[in-house]
């Protein structure tokens, strides 16, 4: 879609107008944010638009979109879809060797265990190896309620954060401010970093890790502006 417009505002109920039209979603409902914070970063994305509209380069859109179109209307079983990785979170799977990764992983990974075992009063069952093995049910359904306590603004910025980590108890260490988006960022590529001492780092991985950690500081921002601290402007996700 070529550029139509010369202004972007956002009204009143926090939603983005091109000129005097408002932005719909591609459900065709209105672009409308629960923060004047997001309203203002999405509305900045209309005006960064060049001669041609290039969704890569608007994500918060993209997410506010699925927010609005995909998951506000059954967010219950999105959030369940989300909550079922509690049963193969990355932080429970270790390595047996070497011990240099062994004392990484551990180092990385002990920290939110030991926070989430606090926070929600769970067990987890720590695997060495790849072979899956289930969680405690009390550990999959307290974790399943702390996904299904977010709206559908908060639930949009989880699931990149989950899916790029691989762990839904560090995206939600994340939600909760126990843990910062490099900490975790750096705690979930504790295995590849490893692997590109090791062997070296081609131009391919390269650059999918380049575009993983882009979509990931899109989904920590998004989720960062849902809470405005503005008075007025809050937006309650929990």
């Not at 719909?24 to 629960?34: E, F, I, N, Q, V």
């Not at 590849?192 to 990931?216: F, H, I, N, V």
């Amino acid at each position: 879609m070529k550029r139509f417009w010369t202004g972007v505002t956002v009204d009143a109920d926090r939603a983005i107008r091109l000129d005097a039209r408002p932005v719909r979603t591609p459900g065709r409902a209105p672009l409308a944010l629960p923060t004047a914070a997001l309203a203002g970063a999405v509305a900045d994305e209309w005006r960064a638009v060049g001669e041609t509209l290039d969704p890569r380069a608007m994500p918060l859109t993209g997410l506010a979109n699925a927010a609005i179109d995909r998951i506000a209307p059954a967010p219950e079983g999105f959030a369940a879809g989300l909550a079922a990785y509690a049963e193969s979170d990355l932080l429970c799977y270790r390595a047996d060797a070497p011990a240099e990764l062994v004392t990484r992983q551990a180092a990385a990974w002990d920290p939110l265990l030991d926070w989430a075992r606090e926070r929600y009063d769970v067990h987890f069952e720590i695997v060495t190896g790849v072979m899956h093995r289930a969680q405690p049910p009390a550990t999959v359904a307290r974790l399943a309620e702390a996904v299904a306590s977010r709206d559908a603004f908060a639930l949009a910025a989880l699931s990149p954060l989950v899916t790029l980590t691989g762990t839904l108890v560090g995206a939600l260490a994340l939600a909760e401010g126990a843990i910062s988006a490099d900490a975790l960022w750096r705690a979930a590529m504790v295995d590849e970093d490893w692997q590109a001492e090791r062997w070296g780092e081609d131009s391919l991985a390269t650059q999918a890790r380049e575009d993983k950690r882009r979509d990931y500081d899109a989904a920590t921002r998004f989720l960062s502006l849902l809470d405005d601290p503005r008075p007025g402007c809050g937006h309650d996700h929990e």
